[in-house]
C-alpha cells in the first residue's frame, strides 16, 4: 500500500464545519497517544528524538499537553473515556516513590511549563482528575504543585503557568500565598507594548507566543480567577484591540503567518480565536471571529503533519526536524490541542450558534507598528514586510524572524548549509559573502523605524558592512531597496517567494538579466531588479529539499551580482500569485522604483521606533 500523508492525518475526512466535529477531532488527535503511555499512565514517549531537557521532562510532556484538548472537550459536555489514565498518572508522576516519577521540579525547568496544563485541568475539570483520588494521591499532588509554584520561572509568558497552577490548586481548596502570584501578574501586564501587543518578556520580540500564550492565558485567568476584576477587564480590553491587528496574520484559506519560533504547535496559532470566545470578547463580529477559527483547522486538516501512526510530527506542514527547536521533544506538537478550548462553551453560545463569515476585503496595506510589520492582502494570500525581530539564537532565527517578507501561502525556507551560498534560497532575503562560501544574512538590527505604510531597518552582516534597507508595499508586489555600505567587495544573492515544485521537470522557469521568474503548477513567482545601469543576473534555483515549512520542495527566483567597495543602492521587487489571469497581468505592472531621496525624507518627518525595538521601553 502506498503511504498517503493526508490519511495519516487524524483530521483527515473531518468536515471541521461543527462542534461536534472538533469533539470528533479531539479524540481522533488523542487516541494514537494511547499505545505510548507507560504501565503508570505517567509517561508518553513518542519518538527517539531529544530536547534540550531530560527524558522524563519530555514524558511528562507527552502526557500533559494533550489535557489542552481533553479538558474543554469534557468542561462542555464531551465525554472523554480515559480519565483513569490521567488519574493512575498523576498520581503516579507526582509520587517520588513511584518508577514513573517525572523527577524534582526545579527553577526555569521544563516541567513547570508542563504542569500548566495539570493547574488548568484541575481548575476545568476537578470532578475527573482531582476528586478520584485517594487522600494520599491528592496530598501527594498538591505537595508537587506547591513545590513547583515556589520556583523561578523564565521571565516571559513562562510567567502564566504559576498563574495557572495557582489557579488548580485554588479551586480544589490547597492554601497557599497569593503574593507571588499578583507579582507574576503584575511583571507580565508590563511586558504590553500598547495596542493590544506585548513583547514576550525582556526581549524585544513580537511573534505567534503574544496570541497563543499572552493572550491565551490571559483570558483564561479572565474567565477562571476569582475577583481581581480590574485585572480581567485589561486582559479582555488588550484582547479586543489586539485582534483587529492579529487577523492580518491569517489568509483567507485559513492559513496562519509562519513567522518565528515554535512553528510546530501549528494550529495552537488559531488558539486566541477560540479563546476571545472562552471570555465573552467579541472583539470582532462572532461570525468573522468563528470564520477565522474553523478556516484555520481546515487548512490543518489536508497537511501531512503526522507519521504513519496518526501521531503528530515535529515540522510544520510535514515533518521536519531542520525548522524545530531545542525545546521541542516528540510531545511538543500537542501544544496545538490549545486550539479547542471554545469547546468548554455551550452549543448555543453565540460563537457556535453563528454561520463563519468569510475574511474581510482588504485593498489598502496595513500598518503593524507595534510589530514593525506592514500586512498587504493579495489573492489567496497575506504578505507582511517586516522589520525584522530581535531574538535569542536559535537554529534558523534568520529565517524565522529577520526576512524582509513573509506569507501566509507560501511560508519560508530555512538555510540547510551556511557553508554552501551558491546553494542558499535567500526567500525573502539579501544574502551577502565575502569569500563564495559563508554567507550573512540580516540578523539582529540597530534601528527599526516605520513611517506611514513603509518600513526601515538598519543592520550589520559584518562589524564593518553597514546595510539601510526600506521597504515598499506596491500590492501584488513589494520593493525593496538596500544601500550597501562596504570596505570590499562582496557577492550577493535575493530571493523571492518560494513556490511548490512538481515532479518531472514540470514547472517553467525564466531568467535573464535583471529577473527571474517560475511559472509553477499552482503558483507563479517572480522577482526583479530595478535598477537604471548594471543589472543582477536572475537565477531561477531549486532550493535544497525539506528547506520550505509548507512543500518538502520548492522553486525559487533569485537575483545574484557582486557589488564593489565603496556604497551600492539595490532595487528589487518581488511578487507571488496564485496562477490566474491576475497573475500574469501583474507580471506585466512591474511597479516603478522608489526615489531613495523621497524615503529618507519621508523617515526624517515621520519615521517613528518600532515599540518591539524601544530599548527604554
Not at 341 to 364: K, N, V, Y
Not at 446 to 475: H, I, K, Q
Request: some cysteine; overall charge negative.
Amino acid at each position: 500500500m502506498i503511504y498517503d500523508p493526508a490519511k495519516a492525518n487524524p483530521l483527515f475526512g473531518n468536515p471541521l464545519r461543527t462542534r461536534e466535529d472538533l469533539s470528533k477531532a479531539v479524540l481522533d488527535l488523542f487516541k494514537p497517544l494511547l499505545p505510548y503511555f507507560s504501565e503508570g499512565g505517567a509517561r508518553v514517549r513518542l519518538a527517539a528524538t531529544g530536547a534540550i531537557f531530560d527524558r522524563a521532562a519530555a514524558d511528562l510532556e507527552g502526557f500533559a499537553r494533550p489535557l489542552w484538548g481533553i479538558v474543554p472537550l469534557v468542561a462542555g459536555g464531551g465525554d472523554f473515556p480515559y480519565w483513569d489514565i490521567y488519574r493512575r498518572g498523576l498520581a503516579n508522576g507526582t509520587d517520588p516513590t513511584h518508577p514513573e516519577y517525572w523527577g524534582d521540579v526545579a527553577d526555569r525547568n521544563q516541567r513547570l511549563v508542563e504542569l500548566a496544563a495539570i493547574g488548568f485541568a484541575l481548575a476545568m475539570v476537578p470532578e475527573h482528575i482531582w476528586e478520584p483520588l485517594t487522600d494520599r494521591q491528592k496530598k501527594v499532588v498538591a505537595a508537587y504543585l506547591l513545590a513547583a509554584r515556589e520556583k523561578d520561572f523564565v521571565d516571559n509568558n513562562w510567567k502564566f503557568f504559576r498563574v495557572l497552577i495557582d489557579l488548580g490548586l485554588e479551586r480544589v481548596g490547597i492554601e497557599f500565598d497569593h503574593g507571588k502570584t499578583i507579582a507574576y501578574l503584575d511583571e507580565l501586564e508590563a511586558f504590553d507594548l500598547g495596542e493590544g501587543w506585548y513583547r514576550d518578556g525582556p526581549v524585544r520580540r513580537v511573534d505567534h507566543y503574544i496570541p497563543f500564550a499572552m493572550h491565551f492565558y490571559g483570558l483564561i485567568y479572565a474567565v477562571l480567577a476569582a475577583g481581581d476584576e480590574a485585572r480581567k477587564s485589561r486582559f479582555r480590553d488588550r484582547a479586543r484591540i489586539f485582534a483587529e491587528d492579529i487577523r492580518h496574520w491569517f489568509g483567507p484559506d485559513g492559513a496562519a503567518l509562519a513567522f518565528g519560533r515554535s512553528q510546530t504547535y501549528r494550529f495552537a496559532a488559531g488558539g486566541f480565536w477560540g479563546a476571545l470566545a472562552f471570555a465573552e470578547v467579541d472583539a470582532l463580529p462572532w461570525s468573522e471571529i468563528k470564520g477565522y477559527y474553523m478556516r484555520h483547522i481546515r487548512w490543518w486538516a489536508k497537511m501531512p503533519i503526522a507519521d504513519r501512526d496518526g501521531v503528530l510530527s515535529i515540522g510544520y506542514g510535514y515533518p521536519n526536524l531542520l525548522m524545530s527547536e531545542s525545546y521541542n521533544s516528540p510531545g511538543s506538537p500537542y501544544w496545538a490541542l490549545k486550539f479547542f478550548l471554545p469547546l468548554a462553551l455551550a452549543e448555543d453560545h453565540p460563537f457556535w450558534a453563528a454561520d463563519e463569515a468569510p475574511q474581510p476585503q482588504f485593498s489598502q496595506p496595513v500598518v503593524l507598528k507595534e510589530a514593525g510589520m506592514i500586512a498587504m492582502h493579495t489573492p489567496g494570500n497575506v504578505v507582511v514586510l517586516s522589520c525584522g525581530q530581535q531574538h535569542d539564537k536559535m537554529r534558523g532565527a534568520n529565517e524565522k524572524y529577520s526576512k524582509f517578507v513573509y506569507s501566509t501561502r507560501y511560508a519560508f525556507n530555512i538555510e540547510a548549509d551556511d557553508r554552501n551560498f551558491a546553494a542558499a534560497g535567500f526567500d525573502g532575503m539579501l544574502g551577502l559573502s565575502d569569500d563564495g562560501v559563508h554567507f550573512r544574512m540580516r540578523e539582529t538590527l540597530e534601528e527599526a523605524l516605520v513611517a506611514e505604510d513603509r518600513l526601515y531597518s538598519r543592520w550589520r552582516p559584518w562589524r564593518d558592512v553597514v546595510v539601510e534597507t526600506w521597504l515598499v508595499p506596491a500590492n501584488p508586489w513589494h520593493i525593496r531597496v538596500h544601500r550597501v555600505v562596504t570596505p570590499r567587495k562582496l557577492e550577493t544573492a535575493e530571493g523571492g517567494f518560494p513556490i511548490e515544485r512538481a515532479d518531472f521537470n514540470a514547472d517553467r522557469p525564466e531568467q535573464g538579466e535583471g529577473r527571474a521568474l517560475w511559472h509553477g503548477q499552482a503558483d507563479v513567482s517572480a522577482i526583479r531588479d530595478l535598477a537604471l545601469g548594471h543589472r543582477r543576473m536572475g537565477c531561477a534555483i531549486s532550493p535544497i529539499p525539506n528547506t520550505n515549512l509548507i512543500h518538502a520542495k520548492t522553486v525559487l527566483p533569485q537575483l545574484r551580482g557582486e557589488i564593489e567597495a565603496g556604497t551600492t543602492v539595490l532595487f528589487t521587487a518581488a511578487m507571488a500569485l496564485p496562477n490566474s489571469e491576475e497573475a500574469i497581468d501583474a507580471l506585466h505592472a512591474l511597479p516603478a522604483r522608489p526615489d531613495l531621496e523621497e524615503l529618507e525624507s519621508l523617515f526624517r518627518i515621520k519615521g517613528s521606533r518600532v515599540p518591539a525595538f524601544d530599548l527604554d521601553h
